[in-house]
């Protein structure tokens, strides 16, 4: 009898430091990051159905071929290593000609059309960082506008991205483009909402200079805010060839100064 109750006292202790150890496990889970994915062994982490699980703030916007485009980015990730990173929506995405008004560059365009900040968030990790990228060149938010989000929540979104970048790859130089002019009427934005997130977005650059703002807006538009003819397309919302040109060229110089190139 004595025996058998060691025993069970044996397992008693046993079971109670089982529970103690799963105890410590799930803390320790409950406070890591939640911002962004941890990379997949066989393909992009799909897109969360539930919006409790995504993280930053603001627009949701899932389309069927935004997941084509996660699995193209995913198949080219070991290709794209070491390259300039250039992520956002359509502005971005429909710079087809980047490669080749970069030459000498190595660039990886992941650019989602129709993508609010929230989406670049969630897959920041997985597209973008895991490149391990020379520098990140950002343009996004424009579709936060259409969503009608607080502004606010368009630079909570971005700081994170910073925060991540910084925590991950310390130093990698980041360049934050400030969003363009629109007038397309089927897509109306509050134009006053447009100055003022590009001042939020303006707000991101720090002193280290690791973070520094492409005022894009300023490049492309005319005197009075407007897009300027010459760098949209008829939709007056998408950068023209010639303002994506305009775009590079206010690029370079950047680059140049954070010895990127």
């Not at 971005?92 to 490669?99: E, S």
């Not at 560059?105 to 960082?129: C, K, Q």
Request: overall charge positive; charged content about 20%.
């Amino acid at each position: 009898m004595k025996l058998r109750s060691n025993l069970l006292g044996a397992v008693a202790v046993f079971l109670s430091m089982l529970l103690a150890w799963n105890g410590s496990s799930v803390a320790q889970d409950a406070t890591a990051p939640t911002s962004a994915p941890a990379a997949s062994p066989t393909g992009p982490t799909p897109f969360p159905k539930d919006a409790k699980d995504w993280p930053g703030q603001g627009a949701i916007r899932v389309f069927p071929y935004m997941n084509d485009n996660r699995k193209s980015f995913w198949a080219k990730r070991e290709a794209r290593q070491g390259s300039v990173v250039f992520a956002g929506d359509s502005l971005v995405g429909g710079w087809k000609t980047m490669a080749q008004d970069l030459p000498g560059i190595p660039v990886a365009n992941l650019g989602i059309g129709g993508e609010p900040t929230r989406g670049l968030l969630f897959r920041f990790r997985e597209d973008v960082l895991s490149l391990h990228p020379k520098a990140i060149v950002l343009l996004t938010g424009s579709n936060d506008l259409s969503a009608q989000q607080d502004i606010q929540q368009t630079r909570s979104n971005l700081a994170e991205m910073i925060a991540l970048a910084q925590r991950e790859q310390p130093g990698v130089p980041i360049v934050l483009c400030t969003i363009p002019p629109r007038a397309n009427p089927k897509a109306p934005i509050d134009s006053n909402k447009l100055v003022a997130v590009n001042k939020l977005i303006a707000s991101l650059a720090d002193e280290s200079q690791h973070v520094v703002v492409l005022d894009l807006y300023a490049l492309v538009a005319d005197p009075d805010g407007s897009p300027h003819a010459d760098y949209f397309v008829d939709d007056k919302l998408h950068l023209a060839p010639a303002g994506q040109k305009r775009w590079r060229d206010g690029l370079l110089p950047i680059l140049k100064r954070l010895n990127v190139g």
